[in-house]
C-alpha cells in the first residue's frame, strides 16, 4: 500500500493503538500499584535507528514521547529474532535516568528483515539501595541508589537470561514484586511485536518503513509551523528548587530561550553545578534529551493540542547543557531524584514562553509532587513496601480558566492509588485524602487546589518516604497580577505535643501511632484577583475551596450568612490594591533571596564554578554562598566584591 496524505494518519492511528495496546497490557498485568495505579511507565514504538514515532494517547507518562533509543540499540553489534534486551543504569547510554527505571526493547522482525523496535519501561517501587524505595536527597554516589544492570540481553534465542533475575532478587526489598513487573514488561513488548507485525502486513515492509519516516516529517512541520507564531527574541527565566541538598542551599535551574524564525534553542547556562546531593539530571548533554525537553513538548501541545508528539516534534529544538552542571552531571554523581529537577526544567520552559506569550501561557504548577511510599510489616510479620500515590498540587490559573484541582502541571499524570487499594495492600489507616482548601493560589483564574493525604502507621520500624518533597520554602509564581501558590507542608502527628514539621525531609521514621499528613504545593494563579465574579468566589466558598476569610482577604469578597454582601464587596473592591505592572509575580522568599543573588551575581559565580574542577563546584557553590551571606548590601560593587572572593578561593584552595 502506497503511503499518500490520506493513509498517514490511518498508519499513525494503527502504531498508536499498537503502543495503546502495550500500556494497557502493562497496566492490567503489572503487580505493583505505582505501575498498574499510578502508571508511572511509558511504551513506544522506535525506529530502526531509536527515534520514537508511537506513543500511547491515555496511557503512562508523556515526558518519554520524543525518546531517542540509539545509545542502547548501539550496545549490542546484533539482534535476533526474540531478543529482549534490559537496562537501568542512568550512565550507559543515559536513556534510563535513575536505577528504579527499567528500560527494556525488543526488535520487531519482519520476514527476516528489521523493521523497528518495541520498547518500554516501568519505574519500580525499590531496586534496593540506602533507603527503601531506593531515592533520597540524601544520598550523594549512584552506587546508593539501588541495583544498576548494565545493557545485557534478557531474553536471547527464546530463553530467559536466569542470572538477571537472580541478581534482581538477590539486590531488592520485595523481590517477587520486582519479578511480576518485569514480567508485565515482557509482555507488553510481545504484544507490541505483534501489533506491529499486524500494522506492516496491512501496509507493506517498505511504504511502513516509508510511512515511519513521514510520521516524524509530519510532527517537525507542525513544530515548525507553531514556533514561526512566537516572536522572534532572547527570554531568561530561572527558578528554585527549595533545597540542593538536605537543609542545603536553593537550587538553581537557568534558562535562556532562543527563538529564531522556526527553530529554538533552550541554553541551560546558569544552572547550578553538579550537586551532592541526588537531583542531578544524567543527561550526557544530548541536546534533545528528553528530561530537558518536557516542558517544550507540554507548550507546544498547549499552543496546538493536534500536534503529532514523536521524535519528529523536537528536531527543530537543541538544548545546551553545560558539562558538570545540574542537567548534565558525570559519573558518579546521584541522580535519583532527577525528576525534581525535570520539573524545575518544565517550569522555567513555561516561564520563558510566558515572556513571550503571556496571553496564552498558564502560570507556575507546583513542581514538587510528593511520591508517598511506605515499607512497613503486616500482623504476621510479612514486609510490606508499596507505593501508596502523588500528593501534589494543581494545575496553573490560564487566561482561559482555573488550574485543574489535585494534579497538574508537570506531573499531572500521574493518577491517584484509591485508598481502598493501599488499606488492602498496606496495614495503615488513611484519616483523609482529598483537597486542601485556599491552597489555589488568587487569581482571576485561580491555580488549582492541592492535594492533601492525613494516615496512620501501625507497626513499628516503619519507614515511609516521600520522594520530591519541594516547595515548603519558594511557591509558585503568578502571572498578570494573580498571587504566588501556597507552600506545601509535610507534618509528624499534626495537632499533637509531639507535632514534628516535616518540611523537605524524604526519608521518616515512624512507629505504631504516629500520623503522618502531607499537604502539596500551590500552584500559581492568572490575572488580577479582584477581577474574579464575585458569584465565581461565593461558589468557591460553597464547595469549600475557599473559606470565607480568604475570600474577602485574596479576592475583596465579603460572603455572610451563605451570601455574597453586595455593599461591603463593593467598598473592599473600591481599595483593590494596584498593580505593579509585572507580568511575573514572585512570593516575599523569592524577592528576597534574589535582593542579594541576583542575575549579575550569578552570572560571575557561573562562570567561576566553570573554571574549576567538576568535583569542586558543589562545595564551592556552598563557600560562595556563606561568603556572600555575611556580606553587607553596601561593602563593594557586585563585580569587585565576587572577583576578589574568587582569587581568595583560588588561592586557598590551590585552584
Known amino acids: ?155 536471547q ?47 507493506g515492509f517498505d511504504p511502513f518503513l516509508e510511512g515511519i519516516g513521514q510520521i516524524l516529517d509530519y510532527a517537525e512541520a507542525q513544530t515548525r509551523q507553531i514556533l514561526a507564531k512566537v516572536p522572534d527574541g532572547d527570554y531568561f527565566f530561572a527558578d528554585y528548587a527549595d533545597e540542593d541538598s538536605v537543609a542545603g542551599k536553593p537550587c538553581r535551574v537557568a534558562l535562556t530561550l532562543r527563538i529564531r524564525g522556526d527553530e529554538v534553542v533552550l541554553d541551560y547556562t546558569g544552572s547550578d553545578p553538579q550537586l551532592g546531593s541526588s537531583l542531578n539530571m544524567p543527561t550526557g548533554g544530548r541536546e534533545r534529551h528528553p528530561l530537558v525537553m518536557v516542558g517544550l513538548t507540554y507548550v507546544l501541545y498547549t499552543l496546538d493540542n493536534s500536534l503529532l508528539l514523536n521524535a519528529g516534534t523536537l528536531r527543530p529544538a537543541r538544548a545546551v547543557l553545560p558539562e558538570g552542571s545540574i542537567v548534565n552531571c558525570s559519573r558518579p554523581a546521584a541522580v535519583g531524584m532527577r525528576s525534581l529537577t525535570c520539573a524545575m526544567t518544565q517550569i522555567v520552559t513555561v ?20 511520591i508517598m511510599n511506605i515499607k512497613t510489616s503486616g500482623r504476621n510479620g510479612k514486609p510490606v513496601m508499596a507505593s501508596i500515590g502523588p500528593v501534589g498540587g494543581g494545575g496553573g490559573g490560564s487566561p482561559f480558566g482555573d488550574g485543574s484541582d489535585g494534579a497538574g502541571g508537570a506531573t499531572g499524570f500521574l493518577r491517584n492509588t484509591p485508598i481502598e487499594i493501599s488499606e488492602a495492600e498496606v496495614p495503615i489507616l488513611f484519616l483523609r485524602y482529598g483537597l486542601e482548601p485556599d491552597t489555589g493560589a488568587p487569581g482571576r483564574y485561580r491555580g488549582g487546589l492541592s492535594a492533601v493525604m492525613e494516615f496512620e502507621i501501625s507497626a513499628p520500624e516503619t519507614v515511609v518516604t516521600a520522594r520530591n518533597r519541594n516547595r515548603s520554602i519558594m511557591p509558585s509564581w503568578g502571572v ?121 551575581r550569578y552570572a560571575l559565580l557561573t562562570d567561576f564554578l566553570a573554571s574549576t574542577p567538576i568535583g569542586w563546584r558543589y562545595f564551592l557553590k556552598h563557600r560562595v554562598f556563606e561568603a556572600v551571606e555575611k556580606m553587607s548590601a553596601d561593602e563593594r560593587p557586585v563585580f569587585d566584591q565576587m572577583t576578589t572572593l574568587f582569587e581568595e578561593m583560588r588561592i586557598r584552595y590551590s585552584l
Open 1 to 155: 500500500m502506497a503511503i499518500d496524505r490520506h493513509n498517514l494518519k490511518v498508519l499513525a492511528n494503527f502504531c498508536s493503538a499498537a503502543a495503546d495496546a502495550m500500556a494497557f497490557t502493562l497496566m492490567r498485568t503489572a503487580h505493583s500499584a505505582f505501575v498498574k495505579e499510578t502508571e508511572d511507565f511509558s511504551c513506544q514504538v522506535v525506529t530502526r535507528e531509536g527515534l520514537a514515532f508511537a506513543n500511547p494517547r491515555q496511557f503512562g507518562a508523556p515526558w518519554y514521547s520524543g525518546i531517542d533509543y540509539a545509545p542502547l540499540l548501539e550496545a549490542f553489534d546484533t539482534y535476533a529474532e526474540g531478543d529482549i534486551c534490559i537496562t537501568n543504569d542512568p550512565y550507559s547510554g543515559f536513556v534510563a535516568t535513575h536505577s528504579p527505571d527499567i528500560h527494556i526493547w525488543k526488535p520487531v522482525f519482519y520476514d527476516g528483515k528489521l523493521a523497528c523496535f518495541v520498547v518500554g519501561h516501568i519505574h519500580n517501587t525499590d531496586v534496593g539501595g540506602a533507603v527503601p524505595a531506593s531515592l533520597s536527597r540524601s544520598l550523594s554516589e549512584i552506587e546508593q541508589e539501588g541495583l544498576r544492570i548494565p545493557p545485557v540481553k534478557l531474553v
Open 480 to 600: 498578570m497580577g494573580a498571587k504566588p501558590g501556597m507552600v506545601s507542608r509535610f507534618v509528624r502527628n499534626p495537632g499533637r505535643a509531639d507535632e514534628v514539621s516535616l518540611c523537605n525531609t524524604d526519608v521518616v521514621h515512624c512507629g505504631p501511632g504516629d500520623v503522618i499528613r502531607v499537604v502539596g504545593p500551590g500552584a500559581g494563579g492568572y490575572g488580577d484577583p479582584y477581577q474574579r465574579p464575585s458569584d465565581e468566589v461565593l461558589a468557591d466558598v460553597k464547595r469549600g475551596a475557599v473559606t470565607a476569610v480568604c475570600a474577602e482577604r485574596d479576592y475583596g469578597v465579603v460572603v455572610r450568612n451563605g451570601d455574597v454582601h453586595n455593599d461591603a464587596t463593593a467598598r473592599l473592591r473600591e481599595k483593590a490594591p494596584e498593580r505593579d505592572g509585572a507580568i511575573i509575580s514572585y512570593a516575599p522568599e523569592r524577592k528576597a533571596f534574589e535582593a542579594v543573588w541576583t542575575r549579575q
Open 351 to 370: 516561564g520563558a514562553f510566558v515572556q513571550a506569550l503571556p496571553d496564552l501561557m498558564p502560570a507556575a504548577s507546583p513542581g514538587g509532587n510528593a
Open 157 to 203: 534465542n527464546g530463553e530467559m537470561n536466569g542470572f538477571v533475575a537472580q541478581m534482581i532478587c538477590a539486590n531488592v526489598r520485595m523481590p517477587e514484586q520486582n519479578l511480576g513487573d518485569l514480567h508485565a514488561q515482557i509482555a507488553s513488548v510481545n504484544i507490541g511485536e505483534r501489533k506491529m507485525h499486524d500494522v506492516i502486513r496491512r501496509f
